[in-house]
């Protein structure tokens, strides 16, 4: 499948200079967005994950289903002030901004098998906080999956440890 034909390229959004990839037309389409939720499955059985985290909020979207096809957890990662438990926290700086995102503590145990899946690998960033905030709690990552990255900005250089799925590769 050309997941390539689902993605809409959106300039300027949100700031001047970003090219947006939206994913909505490829979750829109039930096919599309079943074959692209169970190939990241796939990848999860592979690492053995015994838990999915999803980034707030696109990685809730494709984690969520990605963890009910793999019979196994789905933590969601959230921006502060959204979540009611003790959480862990993280700050870092995005290709356009900071931002920060916390986990509740409990939901990750010693010794989960972690695999994050979001939409989209960039600048690693966000991955980099989720990784701190899994392991901050007692996880450990054995696996990225994104529907796509922009290999320009060279973020899969910042996690040589951990292998990597992605669909679409611009």
Known sequence: MKYEDYIVN????P??????????????????????VSELAEFGKSVHATKVVGPDARGFIIGAPVACMLEIGFVPVRKPGKLPREVVRYDYD???????LCLHKEDIRQGDKVVIIDDLLATGGTMQATIRLVEQAGGEVVGLGFMIELT???????????????LIKY
């Open 94 to 100: 995005l290709e356009y901004g900071k931002n920060t």
């Open 152 to 166: 320009e900005l060279n973020g899969r250089e910042k996690f040589p440890e951990y292998p990597i799925k992605v």
């Open 10 to 13: 959106i300039p300027d959004f």
């Open 15 to 36: 700031i001047p200079g970003i090219q947006f990839k939206d994913i909505t037309p490829l979750i829109g389409e039930g096919k599309a967005f079943h074959k692209a």
